[in-house]
């Protein structure tokens, strides 16, 4: 396999694997969006800056969870099993764990803070890596099976490529959040929409990975 070629697989894989996650991406920068926007029209700022949710958080974030998803599938590829496969989807739990707490604190808090509450300790980038993780926790089910085909040369220019579209889907998720409709929606339905994306997408993961049905056959 050439290095072109390499490159087109390693694309492919990607893509195919985390195209959801520029929804997930749309939806954070949207709110890191609207608090700058709040903060930056207020006369005085009501919110301590260690609340503030910066797009570098996010991309911080989302670099973590892949680069967790990546270790654990290049561990697994080498007969190192941290995760067994059927219980991948209890991953799906800190999607649905956030969601939920989303939902609790948007109707305590202005439209601008929902996101902050996850903000504990200024270390919002680990919220990020948390959904990130487990958005793309079923993708280990896919890398391995393809990096177990690869050389050691090819399995470098993989990654790094991998690392590279990392980059290239938080630009698009920040741009689709600053087209002017997008964003004027989420700003007015973000409060109930991004709790809604997040407890949909733990449950899918669940679904996903039959989680359900092995947990079921525990207690049968």
């Known amino acids: 396999m050439n290095l072109i070629l390499t490159i087109l697989y390693a694309l492919g894989s990607f893509i195919v694997t985390n195209i959801d996650d520029i929804f997930v991406l749309m939806l954070l920068f949207s709110q890191a969006s609207s608090q700058a926007k709040a903060s930056n029209g207020s006369a005085v700022n009501m919110q301590p800056m ?3 949710i910066y797009p570098r958080d996010i991309v911080i974030g989302q670099y973590l969870g892949f680069a ?3 270790l654990i599938s290049l561990l697994a590829t080498f007969g190192v099993t941290l995760i067994p496969e059927e219980w ?9 764990y956030l ?3 989303l939902f609790i604190k948007g109707e305590e808090e202005d439209e601008g803070a929902i996101l902050s509450s996850l903000n504990k300790f ?5 919220s990020v890596a948390f959904i990130t993780f487990a958005n793309g926790g079923d993708n280990i089910g896919i890398y391995v099976p393809f990096f177990s085909t690869l050389n050691n040369n090819q399995l470098v220019i993989t990654v790094v490529t991998f690392f590279i579209m990392v980059a290239v889907w938080c630009l698009i998720g920040y741009r689709l959040a600053r ?4 964003s004027e929606t989420l700003e007015k339905y973000g409060r109930w929409v991004i709790p809604i994306v997040f407890i949909g997408l733990g449950i899918f993961i669940m679904l996903e990975n039959e989680t359900f049905s092995n947990m079921w056959s525990i207690f049968r």
């Open 50 to 52: 260690g609340n503030r």
């Open 68 to 70: 967790l998803l990546v």
């Open 88 to 96: 991948v989807g209890l991953l799906g739990l800190i999607p649905i």
């Open 99 to 101: 969601g939920v707490k």
């Open 122 to 126: 200024n270390k919002f980038y680990l």
């Open 179 to 182: 087209f002017r409709y997008v």
